[in-house]
């Protein structure tokens, strides 16, 4: 079983700064890919970054050049860097994650940006 804890979430002004951390149980080398997804209010969820365990990374066209993803030199945790926050961007933020044919997901944090 694997748990997924977010945080960092809250709220911003366009232009601000976020950091998001997603904390895993055990060590998360087992659990790969791992990614952030985002829900806007009456929209589904989609993709916003992944991350395998060798590093390599994808992005969504919308935060590109924006948003950073990265794991943790602990092993267990996961970080989302956005920078230069737009309206667009808020939503709720789910940390996702795969093992052993599972995918696993966190329980969200709330990320709002006010213009």
């Known amino acids: 079983q694997v748990q997924l804890v977010e945080s960092g979430g809250g709220l911003a002004q366009a232009g601000e700064s976020l950091r998001l951390s997603c904390a895993a149980s055990g060590t998360i080398n087992s659990i790969s890919p791992m990614g952030w997804y985002r829900q806007s209010p009456g929209k589904q969820r989609d993709l916003v970054a992944t991350i395998t365990s060798g590093g390599t990374t994808t992005y969504a066209d919308s935060v590109k050049g924006r948003f950073a993803i990265s794991r943790g030199t602990a092993k267990n945790t996961v970080y989302l860097q956005m920078n230069s926050l737009k309206p667009e961007d808020t939503g709720v933020y789910y940390c996702?994650?795969?093992?052993?044919?599972?995918?696993?997901w966190g329980q969200g944090t709330q990320v709002t940006v006010s213009s």
């Open positions: 996702r994650g795969y093992r052993s044919g599972v995918w696993y």
